[in-house]
T-cell receptor, first 116, second 114 residues
Framework: AQTVTQSQPEMSVQEAETVTLSCTYD???????LFWYKQPPSRQMILVIR??????QNATENRFSVNFQKAAKSFSLKISDSQLGDAAMYFC?????????????FGKGTKLTVNP | DAMVIQNPRYQVTQFGKPVTLSCSQT?????MYWYQQKSSQAPKLLFH???????NEADTPDNFQSRRPNTSFCFLDIRSPGLGDTAMYLC?????????????FGDGTRLSIL
């Protein structure tokens, strides 16, 4: 079974600075997808960024980028120029590329605080 | 505008008293999911519907059931809630099944069993 580990329960960053959230995963599959979701307090969870395992190039969405190290099974999220609105719980998630599996396997999350 | 709407936002119920949580969507998506998220834990998939086909996860307790009367609505029924069922319940949708389809989440229902 696949597992996702986020080793940092909490992180903080100064506004306008850069922060990196860690995520590692365990799988024997070669075809899979990785995601970072953001869940602001009392708000819905939204997709931040997605990475297909077969793509070597790291995904980027504006201020958000990932460092995908397939051999190391590592998938970290970098937030540049942090803003107060970035404060949230961040979840790393794994999804198999095999047909018939709809399960998103989540890590326990990292709570990010942005200090003004 | 909210596209995945969960009601109620907060629900308190007594041990053993059946409870139903509601999810509706305006996206016309084919797949609807229910996740359970206990305090300080990762969300965990309970089951999902692909159109009218129900797909239960192997480790979902029998106490948990779901109904999808039409494309827009999906319900989570807990027949005899126990104290351990206290959690946030998240509904999500995707246009179609498959890992390439992003999931859209509702705000969640925070359920407390007393």
């Amino acid at each position: 079974a696949q597992t996702v580990t986020q080793s940092q329960p909490e992180m903080s960053v100064q506004e306008a600075e850069t922060v990196t959230l860690s995520c590692t995963y365990d799988t024997s599959e070669s075809d899979y997808y990785l995601f970072w979701y953001k869940q602001p307090p009392s708000r819905q969870m939204i997709l931040v960024i997605r990475q297909e395992a077969y793509k070597q190039q790291n995904a980027t969405e504006n201020r958000f980028s990932v460092n995908f190290q397939k051999a190391a099974k590592s998938f970290s999220l970098k937030i540049s120029d942090s803003q107060l609105g970035d404060a949230a719980m961040y979840f790393c998630a794994y999804r198999s590329g095999a047909g018939g599996s709809e399960k998103l396997v989540f890590g326990k999350g990292t709570k990010l605080t942005v200090n003004p | 505008d909210a596209m995945v709407i969960q009601n109620p936002r907060y629900q308190v119920t007594q041990f053993g008293k059946p409870v139903t949580l509601s999810c509706s969507q305006t996206l016309n998506h084919n797949v609807m999911y229910w996740y359970q998220q206990k305090s300080s834990q990762a969300p965990k998939l309970l089951f999902h519907y692909y159109d009218k086909d129900f797909n239960n996860e192997a480790d979902t307790p029998d106490n948990f059931q779901s109904r999808r009367p039409n494309t827009s609505f999906c319900f989570l029924d807990i027949r005899s809630p126990g104290l351990g069922d206290t959690a946030m319940y998240l509904c999500a949708t995707s246009r179609d099944p498959g890992p390439n389809q992003p999931q859209h989440f509702g705000d969640g229902t925070r359920l407390s069993i007393l």
